[in-house]
C-alpha cells in the first residue's frame, strides 16, 4: 500500500514537472507568446511602414514638384540660378 502511495507521488510529480518544464509544459507556452506578441508588433509596425511608402509612391507619381525636390535632395542637382549648400550634419563645433 505504501509503495502503490508512493509510485503515485512520484507519478504526479513527474507529470506535473513535465507540464511546467516539457517541450509542451506551460513555460514553453509562455516563451512562445512573448514571441507571438514580439511578431504582432513587428506587423503592425511593417504595416504603418506600407501605409507610408504607398503615400510617398502615390505623391511621387502625381506630385511632379515633389518629385523634382526628393530627386534635387537625394543627387545634390540645383537650378541654373541656384546656390546649393550642403551641411553636414556629423561636424561639431570646435571652438
Not at 506551460?26 to 516563451?31: E, G, H
Not at 530627386?71 to 541656384?82: A, F, G, H, T, W
Amino acid at each position: 500500500m505504501i509503495r502503490q502511495n508512493l509510485i503515485l507521488i512520484a507519478f504526479i510529480i513527474f507529470l506535473i514537472a513535465y507540464l511546467i518544464f516539457g517541450d509542451y509544459g506551460i513555460l514553453s507556452y509562455i516563451r512562445l507568446v512573448k514571441i507571438k506578441h514580439n511578431y504582432e508588433q513587428q506587423i503592425v509596425e511593417m504595416d504603418k511602414k506600407i501605409k507610408e511608402l504607398k503615400k510617398e509612391v502615390e505623391f511621387l507619381q502625381k506630385d511632379k514638384d515633389y518629385l523634382e525636390m526628393i530627386i534635387r535632395k537625394e543627387l545634390n542637382l540645383k537650378k541654373p540660378n541656384e546656390d546649393l549648400f550642403i551641411l553636414d550634419d556629423n561636424i561639431s563645433d570646435k571652438k
